[in-house]
């Protein structure tokens, strides 16, 4: 699992570079770069002591599978194959998590626990003018100083507002003369670039500390690790200059680490026993031959935004950025970048959700309500994503352009309602969503398991590895992985497209009927795809 840490790195810097000359999948660069930024955190942290350290990802793996197994139960979904999503890798020793040498190893810390102690240590900011050091410890710390960029609670806000694919992430792809959903304005991909060229450096760095018998003989490293931090120290001051944010300056009080709270127990299932173990064996052949059904369905209709006056911008972001990431879906998953496919998914399925719980309920009343809420959160984050930079050492004025909205688009008033409600969880709007299948629980648990994959964990990265004879590919996803990212892109991009498009085309015939026909595409979609990963 180690040793799969920076290939998958690699794999996901790559598939990032490569949406940005593409023309789509703009927000999909920002999960990229906030998973990069994650495993960059996560990796600086077991190379300060990789012999203790290392082991946590065993326990890390077992706490994920215990997860997994409290969706299952607390939703009532039922997992044929869940041997399969626990170890999907045969040809591997010990991954059923039985053996002592797992039991005993020591939990790892969470994303919030990482960056507080991250910004505990005050990393100094690396000098362009002097070389760093050989070693590679010292190539670490150098590499670590790049993360700290001012403001950076604020600054992982942005990347989680992407991440998840919400309005405000949505808003990373308005720009002047770009299309909406599809491209980056400057400033945001400036600062995702800058994330994601130094998470992946700082991988690769703990990676060496960690398991340094890893690296290839053939191939020198203190020369490929050096050009490595003095390239991703020029993407640093490039970015720089575009964002504005600058190096932070050392924490003027004490910084708290916040801890999470451990399962006292595991779940019986987390464990896996070795003749349950299942073959690598399905593959996904029948559900692309569905997807692509449902593509040619997507193309065959497009509404036309201001045939009825100005739209609504909710409206022209969930249309424009459900075909962007749906079209990044398409255009990765049987390619070296599938990796964006899964993300392009997860993101997909949570937009889906919220749009779903906001547009569920015909009444009037009730409609009125959830927008309410649903733009009083964003407006909500948004003042709280500022406070966050301004707290840390960035001007307002900066601030508040990283978050303002192009001369050509309409803001909408910044007041938040006093007592105001918060979204439900995402759990419960799955569920929501989820409600007309047999098993309404599955969509919890699928969101699950494809974070799997945009978190990194373990899990994620044996679903995103697979044997093809004797060899092991670290970036062929496993046919449970890539059926279900298909699947719920499907799914989720066909409630998106429906209802925005009756939205912005006003409820007519030609809308409706739109978003049936996509509804239904996706069905036989889902019908093909659960022969594969066996959820619902």
């Not at 994920?64 to 040809?91: K, M």
């Not at 498009?501 to 239904?520: F, K, P, R, T, W």
Request: aromatic share 6%; glycine share 10%.
């Amino acid at each position: 699992m180690a040793e799969l840490a920076f290939p998958f790195a690699r794999w996901r810097f790559a598939g990032a570079a490569s949406l940005l000359g593409a023309g789509i999948g703009g927000t999909v660069v920002g999960a990229l770069a906030r998973s990069l930024f994650d495993d960059g955190l996560r990796w600086q942290w077991i190379a300060q002591s990789p012999v203790e350290r290392r082991p946590t990802l065993l326990s890390g793996m077992l706490l994920e599978r215990d997860r997994i197994c409290s969706y299952l139960e607390q939703h009532d979904v039922s997992c044929p194959n869940l041997a399969r999503w626990f170890v999907p890798l045969t040809g591997v020793t010990d991954l059923t998590g039985r053996s002592l040498e797992w039991l005993s190893a020591p939990d790892p810390p969470g994303a919030e626990e990482l960056l507080d102690a991250y910004l505990a240590s005050s990393p100094a900011a690396p000098d362009p003018a002097q070389p760093a050091g050989g070693r590679v410890q010292d190539l670490l710390e150098t590499a670590r100083g790049m993360l700290a960029v001012s403001g950076l609670r604020g600054a992982v806000m942005v990347l989680a507002h992407a991440g998840h694919g919400n309005l405000l992430g949505m808003q990373s792809s308005l720009t002047a003369d770009g299309v909406p959903g599809h491209d980056l304005r400057a400033d945001h991909e400036a600062l995702f670039l800058h994330v994601a060229a130094v998470g992946v450096t700082v991988t690769l760095l703990g990676v060496c500390c960690a398991v340094p018998e890893s690296w290839p003989g053939e191939v020198d490293q203190a020369g490929f690790l050096g050009t490595a931090v003095q390239l991703t120290q020029e993407v640093v001051q490039a970015a720089n200059a575009v964002h504005g944010l600058g190096h932070a300056q050392p924490a003027a009080a004490p910084v708290k680490i916040r801890q999470q709270r451990r399962p006292s127990r595991l779940r019986p299932g987390a464990l896996v026993a070795a003749d349950e173990v299942l073959p690598d064996i399905v593959n996904a052949q029948a559900v692309i031959a569905a997807v692509k059904e449902y593509e040619a369905a997507v193309d065959g209709w497009w509404p036309d935004p201001w045939a009825h006056g100005d739209p609504k911008l909710a409206s022209i972001l969930a249309q424009a950025g459900a075909r962007s990431a749906f079209g990044t879906v398409m255009s990765t998953y049987d390619q070296h970048g599938a990796v964006s496919a899964v993300f392009g998914a997860r993101m997909l399925l949570e937009e889906a959700a919220r749009f779903t719980w906001l547009t569920a309920d015909p009444d009037d009343g009730t409609f009125l309500e959830r927008s309410k809420r649903y733009f009083d959160e964003f407006r909500a984050r948004k003042k709280k994503t500022i406070a966050l930079f301004t707290g840390n050492g960035v001007g307002q004025q900066v601030a508040r352009q990283l978050l303002k909205l192009p001369d050509n688009v309409v803001e909408g008033p910044d007041d938040v309602a006093k007592g105001r409600r918060p979204l439900p969880p995402i759990d419960q709007m799955l569920l929501q969503m989820g409600a007309p299948y047999p098993e309404p629980g599955w969509l919890p648990v699928a969101y699950s398991l494809l974070s799997q994959v945009t978190h990194s964990t373990p899990i994620g990265l044996t679903h995103m590895s697979r044997f093809l004879g004797d060899t092991l590919h670290a970036h062929e996803p496993s046919p449970e992985m890539l059926a279900l990212a298909l699947d719920t892109a499907c799914l989720a991009s066909a409630r998106l497209l429906g209802t925005s498009g009756v939205l912005l085309d006003h409820g007519s015939q030609a809308s409706q009927d739109y978003a049936l026909e996509l509804l239904g595409r996706a069905h036989a979609v889902h019908e093909a795809a659960r022969l594969v990963h066996w959820l619902d």
